[in-house]
């Protein structure tokens, strides 16, 4: 199983995972970025005539940004997230009411 692992890996696992290909409008031209994470694992259990064994992988792409050509001048434009924006808000304000309350039991 190792083995053909190894064999298919190479194949997939290339800048085009990561770089989408160009698309141009206008005078610029715009390259898609993504962030691709690749995961693997394999086991097996020996036991005598009843070898068991298994296995099995993943792949997850995220969209991160994109690069702009334009002018003979490249510039990378990231993708903000406003899940995450919001998240970290909430986590900012919830430890700020918690060290508020924790300055008031103090007094």
């Known amino acids: 199983m190792i083995e053909r ?3 298919i890996i190479p194949l997939h ?5 990561v770089y989408a290909d160009p ?7 715009i390259i898609p970025v993504a962030r691709v994470q690749w995961g693997f694992g394999a086991g097996g259990l020996g036991r ?9 992988g993943g792949v997850r792409a995220k969209p991160t940004g994109y690069i702009e ?3 003979g001048v490249s510039r990378y434009r990231p993708i903000v997230d406003a899940g995450s924006i919001g998240a970290l808000a909430a986590a900012g304000i919830a430890g700020l009411l918690v060290g508020l ?5 103090r007094r």
């Open 23 to 29: 698309v141009e409008r206008d005078g610029t031209t």
């Open 48 to 56: 005598g005539l009843g070898e068991r064994g298994g296995g099995g």
């Open 13 to 17: 696992a290339s800048a085009k995972q």
């Open 69 to 71: 050509l334009r002018d």
């Open 5 to 7: 692992l190894a064999e």
């Open 101 to 105: 309350m924790i300055a008031r039991s």
